[in-house]
């Protein structure tokens, strides 16, 4: 992405997050930041919000890291989202690996 190519890595997560908010201001691919999502479990809605960096077409979670290398963790944390959601596509994307942008797709089945 643009901001990684000009800034580099390891800035904070935070800033990659309003950078990106920034850049889909400019160009048709139109994020929502942080919106709170409501989590089910058994078919209840639960009182707990979940607020992810952004949900892209109403449909994709974009989670933003900025690490040396994505875990596991991170890897079961937007799992959850998805299927706590119930939303169908998730990404992980990591600016803090060196030289290139790492991300991973993740589907709720």
Do not use: C, W
Request: proline letters at 3%.
């Amino acid at each position: 992405m643009e901001s990684h190519q000009k800034k580099g890595v390891y800035n904070e997560q935070a800033s990659y997050v309003q950078r990106g908010k920034l850049q889909s201001n400019r160009s048709l691919f139109r994020n929502i930041e942080k919106p709170k999502l409501l989590l089910e479990y058994k078919d209840k809605k639960l009182k707990q919000t979940y607020e992810p960096d952004f949900i892209s077409f109403d449909k994709i979670i974009l989670e933003i890291k900025a690490v040396k290398k994505l875990t596991d963790e991170h890897r079961a944390q937007i799992i959850n989202y998805l299927k706590s959601t119930g939303m169908n596509l998730g990404l992980l994307v990591n600016f803090g690996s060196f030289p290139k942008i790492e991300y991973e797709r993740f589907i709720n089945e």
